[in-house]
């Protein structure tokens, strides 16, 4: 990692456990690809749940996230949703660059991702075992956490686990 | 582009209606750009305006979003968020490819952004002229519209410009 610019505070425990709170409770997230065929950055909106400290995603081959990391594993999640009206920079806010990990579909992982998605997201039962829709783990790298205009922190992928 | 898979309809006039209204009702948006560090997709949180059809930003030159497309100007927009409970995948939203375009900050067209920009955002005058500000215009070059489960729309500039 580059030397951290003066505008990005030490990283304290507070930081830590903000972090790791936004992960916990998001529902759902945007997700940036690379879009294989114009090597533009892509963002879309997807379902999450958190296991171990790792964000995992239902997704649809047929889907151009999916198309995404299937052909480059590098991803980014944003998490923290600005909850109503106000100004929604002053709301906290998480970038985490992941690499994507398919879930095999057979095997006890996937039966136990099956079943915490499913209490989580109680809808995705309508697609949740469609021959087109995997796991993905997206594992941590690093993340960029913005508590609120002027209070950013760098993290790496041990603030997060705790 | 590619050709279409069977799972997109063709765009017709109410999936262009919808991604017209998506673009001129954001107030903010995610952002993904590449991280010139890691080469990663990135994804962070921005107001937006929209002029002539064209989702305008102001951006810090000291954020991870202006240093990326700073290096290179492919980014996009992801602009529909969900309004309160319920599933956020049935909520329309859009993403936008786009390429980034620094507007000068002399001139009658700062000098006009900067005026609707503060309409639509005046909390943002506590930063507005600080000298690492400045607007990037994010051109569409194509976007993706997801009207909800299995209403997927590929549309054109075009499309958007009405």
Chains 1, 2 share one sequence.
Not at 126 to 135: A, H, K, N, R, V
């Amino acid at each position: 990692m580059a030397d951290k610019p003066a505008v990005i505070r030490d990283t304290d425990n507070e930081a830590r456990e903000l972090a790791r709170t936004l992960l916990a409770q998001a529902r759902y997230a945007s997700i940036g690809v690379i879009d294989p065929e114009t090597g533009f950055p892509s963002v879309s909106r997807i379902l999450v749940i958190t296991d171990k400290a790792t964000p995992v995603i239902l997704a649809s081959r047929l889907s151009a996230h999916t198309q995404g990391i299937l052909n480059d594993p590098r991803c980014s999640l944003l998490v923290g949703e600005p909850a109503g009206k106000g100004d929604p920079l002053v709301h906290p806010r998480m970038t985490v660059q992941c690499l994507a990990q398919q879930v095999e579909r057979d095997g006890e992982e996937h039966a136990s991702l099956r079943e915490r998605f499913l209490e989580r997201h109680p809808k995705s039962k309508l697609y949740i075992d469609f021959p087109d829709f995997s796991f993905f783990r997206l594992v941590p790298q690093k993340a960029a956490l913005n508590g609120g205009f002027g209070k950013a922190f760098w993290l790496m992928p041990d603030d997060l686990a705790g």
